[in-house]
T-cell receptor
């Protein structure tokens, strides 16, 4: 699976938007872009995913660059409960045995009251 | 949505004993489950892929005789840490995947098990 690069940490003020970047310059045409987040002492939870078009759900928005070599997770109004490590993961959409998700280092988001 | 449940959430054991961790998919059948280990301030490291009805596949560097995996049903996988030592103290997380409606793979994670070996 292709590698992703994220900043180690970011800070945001509460109730302000947050843009979390992810670079994936070696993405292949069948790779989906997944975002998960991990709150302290918990397992990761799904945030959003996309392939080519921008995506919105109740948690966040995902903006995907036209060349798909980068993407940005957007939290529209950060709350203290959004403080977590955010992982950007590429996963080949071609069905095959295993379907593993490999985690990079992620971005630790601090939300300042 | 789908839920994956892990048990126990926290366990303390003596050095040299074995500990079993259970991972259940509650509302879908998972032919494949995954086990991760996470040390403090680090990312999740995939340990092994658990396959229902067959042997698990271990990542490079993971001792299969130390981390026994059993996947006897479509909803249950277990990880047994045998002869645990303090260096095995870690946060263990399981995951199960299924194919989503949009053709991608969705991954669901358990709550994690904090293992402390004393």
């Amino acid at each position: 699976d292709a590698k992703t690069t994220q900043p180690n940490s970011m800070e945001s003020n509460e109730e302000e938007p947050v843009h979390l970047p992810c670079n994936h310059s070696t993405i292949s045409g069948t790779d989906y872009i997944h975002w998960y987040r991990q709150l302290p002492s918990q397992g990761p939870e799904y945030v959003i995913h996309g392939l080519t078009s921008n995506v919105n759900n109740r948690m966040a928005s995902l903006a995907i660059a036209e060349d798909r070599k980068s993407s940005t997770l957007i939290l529209h109004r950060a709350t203290l409960r959004d403080a977590a490590v955010y992982y950007c993961i590429l996963r080949d959409g071609v069905v095959k045995a295993g379907n593993q998700f490999y985690f990079g280092t992620g971005t630790s988001l601090t939300v300042i009251p | 949505g789908a839920v994956v449940s892990q048990h126990p959430s926290r366990v303390i054991c003596k050095s040299g004993t074995s500990v079993k961790i259970e991972c259940r998919s509650l509302d879908f059948q998972a032919t494949t489950m995954f086990w991760y280990r996470q040390f403090p301030k680090q990312s999740l490291m995939l340990m092994a892929t658990s396959n229902e009805g067959s042997k698990a596949t271990y990542e490079q560097g993971v001792e299969k005789d130390k981390f026994l995996i059993n996947h006897a049903s479509l909803t249950l996988s277990t990880l047994t840490v045998t002869s645990a030592h303090p260096e095995d103290s870690s946060f263990y997380i399981c995951s199960a995947t299924r194919q989503g409606a949009r053709g991608n793979t969705e991954a669901f994670f358990g709550q994690g098990t904090r293992l402390t070996v004393v």
